[in-house]
């Protein structure tokens, strides 16, 4: 290799080392770049790693003050409510200590006592026994006497009230057994005659006719000058009503004897017994109840001619039935059972007077002879309190049977007579002095009269349900009895704000 060659190749590998210096060079150049620029990245990122931390830093801060905050007004709460406690605390025990000394005092005053009333059994041992007697009765008498004016006053009170409801409603149901029906036009039955000469036949030679016939029905015929009729007059409305059938049926036929009017009374009492079945049939019909016996299907057909107040004892049933039933389903009982004790309730008033006993236990009796519910024979006996109630379905009548009874018109009472007896019950009571107001309720069955508490006291509130109940007796007529209540009250009534 000459020296030209020799200088050629080392100038092309200085060339080339230049070249590969500067190739290299420029790539480390790049990768400077690359380095610096993913160097600003992290740099970038770090400040906001760190920016972001301080962030949560600067919350967590705000939270924890916050924290602070609500624990230094808590401890503050606290701190107020100890303060109270201890208030209170503070306050009891000078309470406790108040009581100490009372207590203390109060066993001083019973000490004292006690040596007074060994000193008096001192006393006492020195005297006979009718002077210990007596002095016991005047020391009882002097310590009780308030007591005893008080329990004179309401005993007195309450006895007048109640031996007049009580007598009132005792005698009324004795009476209804009885005679069922008022006076004046339900104790008289008037017949149509064909014919003035039937008047003669009715009475007969001597009299026996008509002496027959009112042996045999147990009724009275009264003849006067009323023309083409005459009156079978009895208490027993069923009696009444078999004379009735009878005679009707002997003037059909003309013929009247002795032997011919006690064989039409047997076929009356055989007609009338066949209605009373009818009638009491037709009740369960309607109340579609069933199982009951025929001896109480008669009681219910008698119930029929019976009135209580003009009201008909059997349709009374039958609504008071209806009404236990309703009752009794809007409440979850038995309608059925409720049924059968609002329809026996009054099943007492069809037998007469020879059945010891009030109506309501006599006829729970009836029906606990032929196997009535337990519960429905109690209904029957307790509907006045006489007997204890057993069961609901007690109230249930006691309740129907006042709902039917007190409603107005139920019992032959126009609306506008019921309207003016309740308004001049309440005129009554208002026209009192001391009266404020007064409030006829339960279909004018009670009236609440309010007085002044001020001017009217006690004894005179009492004086005013007297007046109230003299003039309603003697200037108004209604059915029942009316309840007075004088209310004397006061009120006093502060805000605390």
Known sequence: MNFDQIVGFAAGAVIGIFAVLFFFKRRFARK???????????????????????????????????????????????????GKQEAAIEEKSKELSREQRLLEDAEHEAEKIRRLYRLKLHQITQMDQGEARQLLLRNTEKECEQEIRDLRRTVLGRSESEVSDEAKRILLAAMQRITSQPMNDATATVVNLPSEEMKGRIIGREGRNIRTFEHATGTTLMIDETPDSVLISCFDPVRREIARIALEALLRDGRIHPSSIEEEVLKAEDEMHANVIDLGEGALRKLRLSSVHPEVVALLGKLHYRLSNNQNTLAHSVEVANLCALIASEIGLDPVLAKRAGLFHDIGKAVDEEYAGSHAMVGADIIKQHGEDPRVVNAAAAHHKEVPAESVYAGLVMVADALSAVRPGARASSIDGFISRVRSIEEIAQAEAGVIDAYAIQAGREVRVIVEPESVG?????????????RIEEELNYPGSIEITVIREQRFSETAV
């Open 458 to 470: 006690d004894e005179e509130a009492r004086q005013i349900a007297r007046k109230i109940r003299s």
């Open 32 to 82: 400077e770049d690359v380095l610096g620029q993913k160097l600003d990245v992290e740099v970038r990122e770090a400040r906001l790693a760190i920016r972001e931390e301080q962030s949560e830093q600067e919350l967590k801060f705000k939270q924890r003050s916050a924290e602070l905050d609500l624990a230094t007004k808590e401890n503050t709460r606290r701190e107020e409510l100890l």
